[in-house]
């Protein structure tokens, strides 16, 4: 039996972790339709009058807009960026072969 194991010496064994980590995942679209079926729901349990499930569908339709508005304003953004990337791009492609065939 060595007294000196070289394996031992210049290598440790790993120590593994563990770790309790429960994934949380967000489903807009499923979102929106919970979102719809408990108004669904509420337009037919509730017996309030009509003006104020009215003022409840307005608000909804607002939001709605907003959102889709939001992402319209999003797709926009995206098209600028990547123009502006395209532009970049085309500015260091033409740089680079000055450098290079000038020499």
């Avoid at 031992?8 to 339709?33: S, V």
């Avoid at 009058?49 to 307005?58: N, V």
């Avoid at 608000?59 to 953004?77: G, T």
């Amino acid at each position: 039996m060595p007294l000196f194991n070289i394996k031992t010496a210049f290598f440790k064994a790993p120590k593994y972790q563990r770790f309790n980590f429960i994934p949380r995942y967000y489903d807009p679209d499923r979102e929106e339709f919970e979102k719809r079926v408990r108004m669904a729901e509420m337009e037919s349990k509730l017996e309030n009058t009509e003006e104020q499930l009215r003022k409840l569908k307005i608000k909804n339709s607002f939001k709605r807009a907003r959102e889709k508005s939001m992402s319209l304003n999003a797709k926009h953004e995206i098209k600028k960026s990547r123009i502006r990337f395209a532009i970049i791009l085309a500015i260091l492609v033409a740089t680079a072969a000055w450098i290079i065939f000038s020499v």
